[in-house]
């Protein structure tokens, strides 16, 4: 079936809009919130607020890049959940009101089923079953994805994502929000044998992020001000890379185990988290010697984005699974399993 999706992603701090011309994506417009900055987080009503203000010239330059006017949209496909209630409110009403004046199918989407998805815009996509490991800013989740729609959560974080993890630890080393590219950055050049911070290995295939960010407070805390001050400025690339290696031998000792357990060799890691570069690598060179496949969405495909939404929405979209306009935002929203 031939079809032109408009895919809004709002939510969290990204307000989003993608065109999907059968199921390939003909443009991805992003702009993310750098207000939040400030605070060292996401603040909901300065989200939502921001949505309201950017959804319509977003749209319209994703409908402008792809070039098609919206009498060719077929279909609208919108986040509905999980994320903040406000930010998700804002695409929502948006979408329907398109949709409804339009008149074509509204489709909602699960942000994490998104995320899975993103896995599988570029070529070769990992066919299924797979393990997808999604890790974000707000999720980290290893899911093991049957076939379209059908999944089973193996395992996720008992308290912080991977991606709060990058950015409250930023936040204790002075660093700006969203923490994870600046830690990546800095990581760059540092030693990750700098200091051996705690890996939490739990029996199933669940994480536990907080006890990392404590360890890193209480290394800190062991220095008077001065002497942080001077530790921060002297080694922060190597304080960085040190927690970085953290958190990156977690994800990839724990989908290797995964691997193992299940059998299943095709691997995607995507969200946010994914863009990291020690990730990355980690992933590709226990592919190699375990001999899995590896699959990593482009950096464009990474982040919050709404291409993801709309490829996820035109799977939907095929299969008939459109959504009536009475379409709630479920911020709590769970991968249906
Ligand atoms: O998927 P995403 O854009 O939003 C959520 O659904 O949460 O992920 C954002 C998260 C943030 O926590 C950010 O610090 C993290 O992804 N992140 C990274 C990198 N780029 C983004 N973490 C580590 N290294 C990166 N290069
Ligand atoms: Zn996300």
Known sequence: MRSTLLGIETSCDDTAAAVVVDGEVRSNVISSQDMHDEYGGVVPELASRDHQRLIVPVVERALDEAGIRRSDIDGVAVTHGPGLSGSLMVGLSFAKAFALGLDVPLVGVNHLEGHIY???IDDPAPPFPYLCLVVSGGHTQLVLVHGDFD?????????????????????????GYPGGPEIDAHAQTGDPSFHEFPRSELDDFDFSFSGLKTSVLYYLNEFSDEERAELIDDHLDDLCASVQQAIVDVLVETTRQAVQSTGVDHVAITGGVSANSALRRAIQAVGETDGFAVYLPDM?????????????????????QTSELSLTAVPRLALPE
């Open 300 to 320: 464009a495909y990474c982040m919050d984005n709404a291409a993801m939404i709309a490829v996820a929405g035109y799977h939907k979209w095929q299969a008939e």
């Open 151 to 175: 999944y089973t959560v193996l395992g996720q974080t008992r308290d912080d994502a991977a991606g709060e993890a990058f950015d409250k630890i930023a936040q204790l080393l002075g660093l």
């Open 118 to 120: 993103s896995a599988r």
